[in-house]
C-alpha cells in the first residue's frame, strides 16, 4: 500500500477533471462508483462521465492539501477541491470540501466514491439559509 500511488491517482483524476477527458473516467473509477454533488445529486460512473459530454467545461481544477488515511484496501482521501467552471451558461469558481474513497484492487487504485460540500465558507460566517437574502426554508 503506497499514499503516493493514491495520490497519484488523485493526480490523473483531476487532470480528466481538468480537461473534460471523459473517456479516462473509465481507468479511474470503480464500476459502482458513486459521486455525490455539492447539493445532493448522486451519479454513478457514466453519469459522471456523461457531465463532459455536455456543456460542462472546467477552467482550473486543483485539489489542494490532499490527506491519505489507509483502512485495509480502502483509502479515504480529503483535501480542499478548487475549481472555475462553466456549466449550462453560469460560472461556478468556488472551493469545496472533497472526500474521495479508493477501493484497490487487481493491484490498482480506483476511485469508489466521491463526495463535495460546499462552497466553502469561514467556520464564523452564518450559513447560507441565515443569510439574508438567502435560500428561504420549506
Known amino acids: 500500500m503506497s499514499e503516493q500511488q493514491v495520490l497519484d491517482l488523485v493526480h490523473r483524476w483531476t487532470q480528466a477533471e481538468l480537461h473534460g477527458d471523459a473517456d479516462a473516467f473509465d481507468g479511474l473509477l470503480s464500476e459502482d462508483f458513486a459521486g455525490i454533488g455539492p447539493v445532493g445529486f448522486t451519479l454513478d460512473k457514466q453519469q459522471w462521465a456523461g457531465r463532459y459530454r455536455g456543456d460542462l467545461k472546467n ?7 490532499p490527506q491519505v488515511r489507509f483502512h485495509g484496501d480502502t483509502a479515504i ?3 480542499v477541491q478548487e475549481q ?14 472533497v472526500i474521495l474513497v479508493a477501493v484497490r484492487q487487481d493491484d490498482r487504485w480506483l476511485i469508489a466514491n466521491i463526495q463535495l460540500s460546499g462552497p466553502l465558507q469561514s467556520p464564523g460566517g452564518p450559513p447560507p439559509f441565515a443569510r439574508e437574502g438567502g435560500p428561504s426554508r420549506p
Open 59 to 65: 477552467h482550473h481544477f486543483e485539489v489542494h492539501e
Open 77 to 79: 482521501v480529503s483535501g
Open 84 to 97: 472555475r467552471t462553466t456549466v449550462m451558461g453560469h460560472d461556478v469558481n468556488d472551493s469545496f470540501r
